[in-house]
């Protein structure tokens, strides 16, 4: 809710500022995100879900493009905007790409004429296009792969940024993960108690660095962050 009234506010400063219509530039994701969002499912991978009320955006967005008839290759982005822009305002079964059984599933798409402006719904074509490729979704799940491999202990640390501040095996801003295990084989309470309340000269060689406190983070992420600090006392 607060990043929707944000987005809002950021829209409304934005455009306010502009007297000349022409010149504004709209941000297609913050569109996307405003306006299609209630509807299409925008992640990637698309979360999907039994009781969705409309396609996920990265199957729209890969199947237009294949999908508009073109005289041209060199056009066929081109005319895929044109065809969101089109729809968006202006939608019916005749114009759809999605066959028969999905509209029949879904319904039609209302449509957003008097929500999107043409230069938005323009704005929110082209971010498609961009965004919500074959080549996004690949390396989306190529990450996600690489992610999961890690040990549990590094997603933890990458969730509440420690590595920031901690290297494994040399000083940063706080000391090494090897010098902190070394020094607290066997106290966990005591760094336990540092993590979730933050420290403070207690290392020489930090210069004053402070450690704040992370106090959302779990029992349960806690230990599997301390079997693997620990687990470099080696
Ligand atoms: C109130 C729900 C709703 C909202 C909001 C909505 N859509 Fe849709 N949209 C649908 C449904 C349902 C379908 C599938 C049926 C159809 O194709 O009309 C659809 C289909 C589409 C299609 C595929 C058309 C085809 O069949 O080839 C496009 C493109 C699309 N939406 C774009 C958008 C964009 C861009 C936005 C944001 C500006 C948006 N929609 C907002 C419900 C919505
Ligand atoms: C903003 C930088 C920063 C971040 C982010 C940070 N640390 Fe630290 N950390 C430090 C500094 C600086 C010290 C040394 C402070 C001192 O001298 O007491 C430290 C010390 C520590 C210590 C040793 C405390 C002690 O009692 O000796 C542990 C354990 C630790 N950090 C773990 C973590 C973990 C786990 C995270 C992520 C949840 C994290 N840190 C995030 C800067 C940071």
Same mark, same amino acid.
């Given at each position: 809710m607060f990043r929707l009234l944000l987005m809002n506010f950021l829209l409304l400063g934005f455009t306010a500022c502009? =007297?000349? /219509? *022409?010149t504004v530039e709209f941000d297609g994701k913050l569109l996307t995100e405003k306006y299609c969002s209630s509807c299409h499912d925008l992640h990637i991978p698309p979360v999907i879900s039994? =009781? +969705?009320?409309?396609?996920p955006m990265l199957a729209i967005s890969v199947h237009i493009p294949e999908l508009v008839s073109v005289?041209? +290759?060199?056009?066929r982005t081109s005319k895929a905007i044109d065809f969101v822009v089109d729809y968006v305002r202006d939608p019916s079964a005749e114009k759809a790409f999605c066959d028969k059984k999905s509209i029949k599933r879904y319904g039609l798409m209302p449509s957003q004429k008097e929500r999107v402006s043409k230069e938005e719904a323009k704005a929110i074509a082209t971010y498609m296009f961009q965004h919500y490729t074959q080549e996004n979704l690949t390396k989306k799940m190529k990450e996600k792969v690489e992610f999961d491999a890690l040990d549990p202990g590094r997603k933890v640390a990458l969730k509440y940024r420690c590595l920031g501040c901690h290297k494994v095996d040399r000083k940063l801003i706080g000391p090494s993960f090897i010098a902190i295990a070394k020094r607290h084989v066997d106290a966990k309470e005591k760094m336990i108690k540092s993590i979730k309340e933050g420290s403070k000269e /207690?290392?020489?060689?930090?210069?004053?660095a402070i450690m704040p406190p992370f106090? *959302?983070?779990s029992d349960d992420e806690l230990e599997i962050l301390l079997v693997w600090i620990l687990g470099f006392d080696t």
């Amino acid at each position: 809710m607060f990043r929707l009234l944000l987005m809002n506010f950021l829209l409304l400063g934005f455009t306010a500022c502009h =007297d000349d /219509r *022409q010149t504004v530039e709209f941000d297609g994701k913050l569109l996307t995100e405003k306006y299609c969002s209630s509807c299409h499912d925008l992640h990637i991978p698309p979360v999907i879900s039994d =009781d +969705e009320l409309a396609p996920p955006m990265l199957a729209i967005s890969v199947h237009i493009p294949e999908l508009v008839s073109v005289s041209n +290759e060199s056009e066929r982005t081109s005319k895929a905007i044109d065809f969101v822009v089109d729809y968006v305002r202006d939608p019916s079964a005749e114009k759809a790409f999605c066959d028969k059984k999905s509209i029949k599933r879904y319904g039609l798409m209302p449509s957003q004429k008097e929500r999107v402006s043409k230069e938005e719904a323009k704005a929110i074509a082209t971010y498609m296009f961009q965004h919500y490729t074959q080549e996004n979704l690949t390396k989306k799940m190529k990450e996600k792969v690489e992610f999961d491999a890690l040990d549990p202990g590094r997603k933890v640390a990458l969730k509440y940024r420690c590595l920031g501040c901690h290297k494994v095996d040399r000083k940063l801003i706080g000391p090494s993960f090897i010098a902190i295990a070394k020094r607290h084989v066997d106290a966990k309470e005591k760094m336990i108690k540092s993590i979730k309340e933050g420290s403070k000269e /207690r290392w020489e060689s930090s210069n004053g660095a402070i450690m704040p406190p992370f106090k *959302q983070i779990s029992d349960d992420e806690l230990e599997i962050l301390l079997v693997w600090i620990l687990g470099f006392d080696t």
